[in-house]
């Protein structure tokens, strides 16, 4: 079974500054995806960026981007210029690419709680 | 982009009653969907896969005669939780794959249902 790791339960950081998120995971599996969601105390998971395993370029999303190191097994995620509306728990989540196509339910870490100072 | 909506979006009820959520996807036709379930300040559990016209897959320790999953259609998929007791109180989301050729690699995520069991 796969298990997705977020060691850092909260994070804070100024209006305007960089912010990295830490999330390691652990798979036996050669092909899968990684996420990153953004959950608002609305409660809505809000997508925020994936990254094929197969592909070696770290995605990038606008202000978001992230660090795949495929060997390490670490999918940081950094948010630039972090702004008021960036606040919320972020969840990193694992993904197994069936054979044949198909699709498998996420794992989720336990999270990250973005504070943004102003 | 892609919806999925949830209803009802929050339900009170008394213990040892029957409570429905429905799940539906918007504008694409979703041939999985996927519920989970989250306490209070905790991560996402996958509940179960929904395979519409075939049976439900339940994680390991979801009992299956508890949460009912019908998927009738492309695009709405429900849980019943039977004979409710408060300690199904909780926050369930569901989420659905857009069904393309191009890619089933993204989940889009309901903006899920808060069920209090009194």
């Known amino acids: 079974a796969q298990t997705v790791t977020q060691s850092q339960p909260e994070m804070s950081v100024q209006e305007a500054e960089t912010v990295t998120l830490s999330c390691t995971y652990d798979?036996?599996?050669?092909?899968?995806?990684l996420f990153w969601y953004k959950q608002p105390p609305s409660r809505q998971m809000i997508l925020v960026i994936r990254?094929?395993?197969?592909?070696?370029q770290n995605a990038t999303e606008n202000r978001f981007s992230v660090n795949f190191q495929k060997a390490a097994k670490s999918f940081s995620l950094k948010i630039s210029d972090s702004q008021l509306g960036d606040a919320a728990m972020y969840f990193c989540?694992?993904?197994?690419?069936?054979?044949?196509?198909?699709?498998?339910?996420?794992?989720f870490g336990k999270g990250t709680h973005l504070i943004i100072q102003p | 982009g892609a919806v999925v909506s949830q209803h009802p979006s929050r339900v009170i009820c008394k213990s040892g009653t029957s409570v429905k959520i429905e799940c539906r996807s918007l504008?694409?036709?979703?041939?999985?969907m996927f519920w989970y379930r989250q306490f209070p300040k905790q991560s996402l559990m996958l509940m179960a896969t929904?395979?519409?016209?075939?049976?439900?897959?339940?994680e390991q320790g979801v009992e299956k005669d508890k949460f009912l999953i019908n998927h009738a259609s492309l695009t709405l998929s429900t849980l019943t939780v039977t004979s409710a007791h408060p300690e199904d109180s909780s926050f369930y989301i569901c989420?659905?794959?857009?069904?393309?050729?191009?890619?089933?690699?993204?989940?889009?995520f309901g903006p899920g249902t808060r069920l209090t069991v009194l």
């Open positions: 929904s395979n519409e016209g075939s049976k439900a897959t339940y």
């Open positions: 504008d694409f036709q979703a041939t999985t």
């Open positions: 989540a694992y993904r197994s690419a069936l054979v044949g196509g198909g699709a498998d339910g996420l794992t």
């Open positions: 989420s659905a794959d857009e069904w393309t050729s191009a890619t089933t690699d993204t989940q889009y």
């Open positions: 798979t036996s599996e050669s092909d899968y995806y």
């Open positions: 990254q094929e395993a197969y592909k070696q």
